[in-house]
């Protein structure tokens, strides 16, 4: 395998889904203040990095809230039903 395949190969297996944590309202509820903040500049730069190389096709509503400050629950099937280049909707890594 040449690099240029490896490298196909690594960017093929990269979803918004494998480089985000999710909290549920009662782990939110458990995080400090700078924590949450934290996590807030993790996931939009996660997002960006995704963009910028151009992997996500629409922007997730968990980015949405993120942006506005809002909390950033979002239902897992949300996760399952984002659209990235290269991938079906029903491929998993």
């Known amino acids: 395998m040449n690099k240029y395949q490896v490298e196909q190969k690594f960017q093929a297996s990269v ?7 999710g909290f549920t309202p009662e782990e939110w509820q458990h995080l ?9 500049d993790v996931m939009l730069e996660n997002y960006s990095n995704l ?10 509503e968990v980015i949405f809230r993120l942006e506005q400050g809002e909390e950033p629950w979002i239902l897992e099937k949300e ?14 890594p």
């Open 15 to 21: 979803s918004f889904k494998d480089v985000t944590v």
């Open 32 to 40: 400090d203040p700078t924590q949450r903040s934290l996590y807030r």
């Open 51 to 60: 963009v910028s190389v151009g992997y996500c096709v629409t922007k997730p």
């Open 79 to 92: 996760f399952m039903s984002q659209s990235f280049p290269g991938r079906s909707s029903t491929s998993l």
